[in-house]
């Protein structure tokens, strides 16, 4: 499986609700439309390790069997729609994204 984990930065504490109203209603739904995608998951991060401030806001795991099949999803209208979506959310809501790839690799926990 190849991975992509977009991290999202918190918006402003007065525009916290309309930005998870958009990501909720708008970003997800397009992101969710990205062909090739076997996973999406949305995580709200509230808090850090041992109760430390979070290093980001939100993260998005989108989940693809592999490299080929994300960098075939990328040159869809559906991705472009999604990207252009970031890029209002950003100038909107004055948020970063950072985005990170790479393959998965799954530890088999079932031998503790």
Do not use: N
Not at 7 to 28: G, Q
């Amino acid at each position: 499986m190849f991975k992509l984990i977009a991290c999202w930065s918190a918006p402003s504490a007065e525009d916290e609700d309309e930005f998870e109203k958009h990501y909720a209603e708008v970003h997800l739904p397009a992101a969710a439309k990205a062909p090739g995608m076997r996973q999406l998951v949305a995580t709200r991060t509230t808090s850090g390790l041992e109760g430390a401030e979070s290093g980001f806001y939100r993260v998005a795991e989108l989940v693809f069997d592999s490299k080929a099949d994300l960098e075939t999803s990328e040159q869809s209208p559906e991705w472009a729609a999604m990207r252009a979506d970031a890029g209002v959310m950003i100038e909107r809501f004055g948020v970063s994204l950072t985005v990170g790839m790479g393959e998965v690799h799954e530890v088999d926990l079932g031998a503790r």
